[in-house]
């Protein structure tokens, strides 16, 4: 299957500071990727859509201002948490939509486990 | 009311003892049914892609099925490795491009 990479692994920072996560797409083009949030013992929950070459659409109850993304080529999307909480620790997760045979799939990264101290 | 509902929410299996989970959904206008496995600290890792009603996919001792309203995933003569908790997830034409998803199995297999 497809590759997708998320850099860093895991990252702790300061209250205040802000945190970039990278999302690739290591052998296809994604013009669309996908950032999510999972808290322990819970499911994905989607944060918002990234599109290439254009602005990202959030889910509700998601601050775009708090949780930047930019999709500024086919193969990476990056996800900036502003001015980091600890509420915001958490694991995040992104995924590309790859069209394959005429079928879509999602494939994952590896996800980014965010401690904000 | 969840749209992706799975069960059980966690199945202990000793080796070699064949079992299903189940996803049901209450989506209209499905577009795809999605299976992952996810391990401890990782991301999800894709296992298969149904999109109609009766549709089959095998891959090594996983085996999906799906009807109009579930999709259920047999696992035969399980091995500790297949230990993970396993999500599905739906593709609708009410949500566009986005994956809904279900809460996860838990599954261990203990030798």
């Known amino acids: 299957g497809a590759v997708v990479s998320q850099h860093p692994s895991r990252v702790i920072c300061k209250s205040g500071t802000s945190v970039k996560i990278e999302c690739r797409s290591l052998?296809?083009?994604?013009?669309?990727m996908f950032w999510y949030r999972q808290f322990p013992k819970q499911s994905l929950m989607l944060m918002a859509t990234?599109?290439?070459?254009?602005?990202?659409?959030?889910e509700q109850g998601v601050e775009k201002d708090k949780f930047l993304i930019n999709h500024a080529s086919l193969t990476l999307s990056t996800l900036t948490v502003t001015s980091a909480h600890p509420e915001d620790s958490s694991f995040y997760i992104c995924?590309?939509?790859?069209?394959?045979?005429?079928?879509?799939?999602?494939?994952f990264g590896p996800g980014t486990r965010l401690l904000v101290l | 009311e969840d749209q992706v509902t799975q069960s059980p929410e966690a199945l202990r299996l000793q080796e070699g003892e064949s079992s299903s989970l189940n996803c049901s959904y209450t989506?209209?206008?499905?577009?795809?049914l999605f299976w992952y496995r996810q391990d401890p600290g990782k991301g999800p890792e894709f296992l298969f892609t149904?999109?109609?009603a009766g549709e089959e996919k095998e891959k090594e001792r996983l085996k999906a099925t799906l009807t109009k309203k579930e999709s259920f995933l047999h696992i035969t003569a399980p091995k500790p490795e297949d230990s993970a908790t396993y999500l599905c997830?739906?593709?609708?034409?009410?949500?566009?491009?986005?994956?809904?998803f279900g809460a996860g199995t838990i599954l261990r297999v203990k030798s």
């Open positions: 990234s599109n290439e070459g254009s602005k990202a659409t959030y």
């Open positions: 149904l999109y109609s």
């Open positions: 997830a739906v593709q609708a034409s009410e949500y566009g491009n986005k994956l809904v």
């Open positions: 989506v209209s206008g499905l577009r795809g």
């Open positions: 052998d296809f083009q994604a013009t669309t």
């Open positions: 995924s590309a939509r790859d069209w394959g045979q005429n079928q879509e799939t999602q494939y």
